[in-house]
Each structure stands twice: as structure tokens, then as C-alpha cells.
């Protein structure tokens, strides 16, 4: 999994039940292939009815499938619930819900857009289309400004040039946004530029804003896509379960939380400050508020390892590479504190839980951050780990047979078998971006294996064999 999807992971909530859309088809093992066959576009969600993230995404899916069908597309939604069509949840290879797949003429690609009506929407849109429309008439502006949340413009005198080539690059990949190219002195003065360059328009309610960027500013893909993620949200973007998706779904992926309480005195002045700060780095850092009034919100202070009584604070977290967070230090203020974390200079934020007096009294150990790397990292033992979070209903599951594994070996003092809660523990050297995670640290070497096999006691004590009588052997080698 990745940080992405372990960010995502910790945001739940509780969903109302809705009407479902007669827009939206519901497919079966027997009409699968009829439809899918019998319509150019088809977009299909693979759903399990228990999934809190499919009921969340349900009444967004349907919207969607109402607003096309009342445009007159030929594009259709259509769903499957996974559980009853296991045949063709096993074709196409789903192993998460939801699971989304666009078949055009019949032929599947993954689905990369965001979660909302309109970001579903633009998306298979654009995947019919052209990846740039010509933008010809202020007219036309307005049209596609009132359909759409966000639009990118392009005006390039040398369509050939590299910031041509750079947009139209950036264009073709990003799927939920609507790209453009134009002209028209009528549509240049609407973006505010006054050279070459892109504009991007963000209509948001009451909230509109133009941004624009000159062409010389144009140097890679990447970059571009950077600026597009920082500019098509507000300065600051509230975190729900409808714009998790939205925040960290883009390539920016360095974020600043203000975790508040929106019926703290302090609020507005407060988040004002924090606003005023998040312009001056648009393209750099995402600024994120977090309600922590909300109570869907303690799953991401858990993840932070923030008191919701210690707030309003603040935390950076960074998904660039892996999951890092970053705390400021004692007076510092929004714009220092970013301003070093993108020097390198702020330093890690780790949560550590108090080591138990009873944490070696049971076949299975249990290791905290402070006696984590005394334990794993005795190279005279074998010791396989299990990362895991008591809310994780996988991590549930498993606990009968990590004990049956644990007493297996209890007598086995070249083995240990242990456990870590990785919702307060964790370790600057060992990055867990899914529960369970499960990692063997064989004796005479520092260096982890990670488990990806089946998750019973006979695989489990295979594997744990084969590092343990790895050492033995060793050991064998050298007295000889």
C-alpha cells in the first residue's frame, strides 16, 4: 500500500444510506460482457456493500451518472457488487473496494480520478476526448468556467515550443481536469496573463480565483503538475472524506495541518494567519485544516499523534518517498516552520509509547519505539515482527495465529516473535505504510525481510524456519 493510500486509510466515517441512481447499470456475471461489449465508454465500479468507502463514494457515483445522462451521453456508469460476482472480481483482478475500471471498446484501464460528482465526470469526459479543446470565444470561457470547478488554459505563439510540448505532456496525463489551448485576445485578458504561459481558473462557489504562470516558468512536466495540484485547491483546504481524495491525490505531496477546533475562540484569527502563510507557498507545500471539532477527525490526529485536547497546532507530514511528519519546535511560527522543513532542517516527528513492565511476559513480545531496535536488533535471534493498528480488522484476524506461531517457538531461544502498534510507535529506519505489515530481522543480519505469503501458522513457521536454520548452518560453517 502506498503513503497515499495509508493517509487515506486513517480518514473514516459513517454514511447515510441513499437512493441509488436507475443512471447507474447494475451488472451481473450474466451481463457483463453484453453491456460492456454494447457501449464505446463504460465505467464500472466493483463494490463490496460493507465498504464504508464505497457508500461514501456512492451518491457522488450516482450524481455523476444522472448529470451525464441528462447531457444526452453515450457514456454510461455501471456497478458490480464484487461479492456476489466473485468470477468477475477475480478477472479483473480486484483486491480493494472500491475498485474502478473505464472500458473503452471493451478494453480496461484503471481509473485515476478524484472522488467527487464533478472530478467523475470530467474524467471520462476527457477520456473521450481530446486531451486540449479549443477555447475559441469569451463566450465559451464562460461555459466552461460555469461547468467546471477547475480549467487550464495554454496560449503558446510556438505550439512546437518546450513549454508547448511540457503542457500538452501534462495535459494528456492529468485525467480529472479539463485542459484548453486558445487565442482569442477576449480570453488571454480573462486569464491574466500578459505573455505565453497557462492560466488556471478555480471556481469554487463563492470562492474564484485566477493563477497563471509565464512560459519561461515552464520547464518540466513534473513541476507544471505541481503547480496545477497547489493552484486548483483554495490556499487552504479542509480535510474530509470528500476532499482527502482531491488534497493528496495530486504531485504535490508535502502537506501543512492546522489542527483546530472550529468552535475555539481563537478560530478565525487563527486560520487567517495560516491562510495569509499558505499563499506564499502554493506550488511547494499543501495547507490543510483539520476540524477537530469533527469527530471522524480522531483517526487523522491519531495518525498525527496529536491530543485533541492540545490543539490548535500544527504538523507537516511529507508522502514524497514515505510517510514522514515533522513538528515545529516550541514558538515557531507557520512560515519558519515550513521554510525549514523545506530546507531540511525540521526534524522528525515520531510517536513512542511507554514500554509495559509485562511486555516480555507473554509468548508474544510486544516492543515499543524504545526497546525496538535492542530486541530486532539482536543478531543472535531471529525475530519476526508484526506492524500492526488496533482498528484494523485484518490486524484482528491475525491475532489467533501469531499467538499459535508465538508459542510454537516459546521455547526457542534463538527466536522471538513479536508485535508492535504502530498507531504509537514509530521508527525513523523502518517505514509501515499498511496494516498488518510483517518483517523478519534474521540473526546475524540488520537487515529486514519483509512476509508477502500466505498468513497462516504453516507458512508463517516455514518462513521463520528458513531464516533460523540459515543461522544454524552459518553458525555450523564456522566452527568447522
Known amino acids: ?5 495509508s493517509l487515506l486509510l486513517v480518514l473514516s466515517a459513517t454514511f447515510a444510506a441513499v437512493t441509488a441512481s436507475e443512471n447507474v447499470l447494475v451488472l451481473t456475471e450474466s451481463n457483463f460482457d453484453e453491456v ?8 464500472v465500479k466493483f463494490y463490496a456493500p460493507w465498504c464504508g468507502h464505497c457508500k ?62 464533478s472530478q467523475i465526470v470530467d474524467w471520462v469526459k476527457k477520456k473521450g476526448g481530446p486531451s486540449v479543446i479549443s477555447v475559441e470565444s469569451a463566450e465559451q470561457l464562460k461555459e466552461l468556467t460555469e461547468k467546471h470547478k477547475v480549467l487550464v488554459l495554454g496560449t503558446f505563439k510556438d505550439a512546437k515550443s518546450e513549454a508547448a510540448a511540457v503542457y500538452n505532456e501534462v495535459a494528456e496525463s492529468v485525467d480529472d481536469i479539463v485542459f484548453g489551448s486558445f487565442s482569442d485576445a477576449a480570453v488571454l485578458a480573462a486569464t491574466g496573463l500578459n505573455t505565453d504561459g497557462v ?32 493552484h486548483k485547491l483554495a490556499p487552504v483546504t479542509e480535510f474530509t472524506q470528500e476532499s482527502a481524495q482531491e488534497i493528496v491525490g495530486g504531485d504535490l505531496k508535502q ?6 477546533r472550529r468552535s475555539d475562540s481563537t478560530f478565525d484569527e487563527t486560520l487567517a494567519k495560516f491562510t495569509e502563510v499558505a499563499k506564499l507557498f502554493r506550488s511547494k507545500v499543501v495547507f490543510v485544516l483539520l476540524d477537530v471539532d469533527i469527530s471522524e477527525s480522531a ?134 505504510n499498511s496494516f498488518p505489515t510483517l518483517k523478519i530481522w534474521p540473526a546475524g543480519s540488520s537487515t529486514p525481510v519483509d512476509y508477502d505469503g500466505d498468513r497462516n501458522l504453516e507458512k ?8 533460523a536454520t540459515a543461522e544454524t548452518a552459518s553458525q555450523d560453517h564456522e566452527e568447522l
Open 460 to 467: 508463517f513457521s516455514e518462513f521463520v524456519d528458513k531464516y
Open 1 to 5: 500500500m502506498s503513503p497515499l493510500s
Open 255 to 260: 502537506f501543512h495541518f492546522l489542527l483546530i
Open 299 to 432: 483517526r487523522i490526529l491519531e495518525f498525527l499523534g496529536v491530543d485533541a485536547d492540545k490543539t490548535p497546532t500544527n504538523r507537516i507530514v511529507n508522502l514524497a518517498d514515505q510517510v514522514d511528519k515533522f513538528k515545529p519546535v516550541d514558538g515557531q511560527g507557520y512560515e519558519d516552520f515550513t521554510n525549514s522543513f523545506l530546507d531540511g532542517k525540521a526534524a522528525l516527528d515520531l510517536k513512542s509509547e511507554e514500554l509495559p513492565q509485562d511486555w516480555n511476559d507473554q509468548p508474544v513480545k510486544k516492543l515499543v519505539a524504545s526497546n525496538f531496535h535492542e530486541i530486532a536488533g539482536d543478531q543472535k535471534k531471529t525475530v519476526f515482527v508484526k506492524f500492526y493498528a488496533p482498528w484494523c480488522g485484518h490486524c484482528k484476524q491475525l491475532v489467533p495465529v501469531w499467538d499459535e506461531l508465538a508459542k510454537k517457538y516459546e521455547s526457542n531461544e534463538n527466536v522471538v516473535i513479536a508485535k508492535m502498534d504502530s498507531t504509537l510507535n514509530e521508527l525513523a529506519d523502518v517505514t509501515i
Open 36 to 43: 460492456i461489449n454494447g457501449n464505446e465508454f463504460v465505467l
Open 199 to 230: 492560466a488556471l481558473i478555480r471556481t469554487d462557489g463563492d470562492d474564484s480565483e485566477t493563477s497563471s504562470i509565464e512560459e519561461s516558468e515552464i520547464t518540466n512536466a513534473l513541476e507544471l503538475k505541481k503547480w496545477i495540484h497547489g
Open 56 to 117: 461514501s463514494l456512492a451518491p457522488k457515483y450516482d450524481e455523476a451518472a444522472d448529470l451525464l445522462n441528462g447531457e444526452g451521453s453515450t457514456i454510461r456508469l455501471a456497478k458490480v457488487d464484487a461479492t456476489e460476482n466473485q468470477a468477475l472480481a477475480t478477472k479483473y483482478e480486484v483486491r480493494g473496494y472500491p475498485t474502478i475500471l473505464y472500458f473503452k471498446n471493451g478494453k480496461p484501464t484503471k481509473y485515476t480520478g478524484g472522488r467527487s460528482t
